[in-house]
């Protein structure tokens, strides 16, 4: 039972890219409050954006409100971000992570059990 985040890597000051997160060993995503946080070292976990997979209403961190866009793909399993206009200050490690209650919001790590490995976004200004 697993999370697996990819699409991470380096991209220029305004571009965009695409964070993916898919469930395996029978983890369906559906079942569960999905989320997105980062990490810079040194550096507190950030909660970034969560949805409910059942109506598709999501939650943003104010410093993501407006460029990035969180979305679910029932079929593939897979959780999305998509992340516009990037900027420097969004270099982290982004993770996804599941908690065991899809209908109850939250945008405390401690309250997520499941998590990916993690994957690393560099922005370059």
């Known amino acids: 039972v697993q999370l697996q985040a990819s699409g991470g890597g380096v991209v220029q000051a305004g571009d965009s890219a695409r964070l993916s997160c898919t469930g395996s060993?029978?983890?369906?995503?559906?079942?569960?409050?999905m989320g997105w946080f980062r990490q810079v070292p040194g550096k507190e976990r950030e909660f970034v954006a969560a949805?409910?997979?059942?109506?598709?209403?999501?939650d943003y961190a104010d410093s993501v409100k407006g460029r990035f866009t969180i979305s679910r793909d029932n079929a593939k399993n897979t959780m999305y971000l998509q992340m516009n206009s990037l900027e420097a200050d969004d270099t982290a490690v982004y993770y996804c992570?599941?908690?065991?209650?899809?209908?109850?919001?939250?945008?405390?790590?401690?309250?997520?059990?499941?998590w990916g490995q993690g994957t690393l976004v560099t922005v370059s200004s």
């Open positions: 992570a599941g908690r065991i209650w899809p209908e109850y919001r939250s945008r405390l790590s401690d309250d997520y059990d499941y």
């Open positions: 060993g029978g983890l369906t995503l559906s079942s569960y409050y």
């Open positions: 949805i409910i997979w059942n109506d598709g209403s999501a």
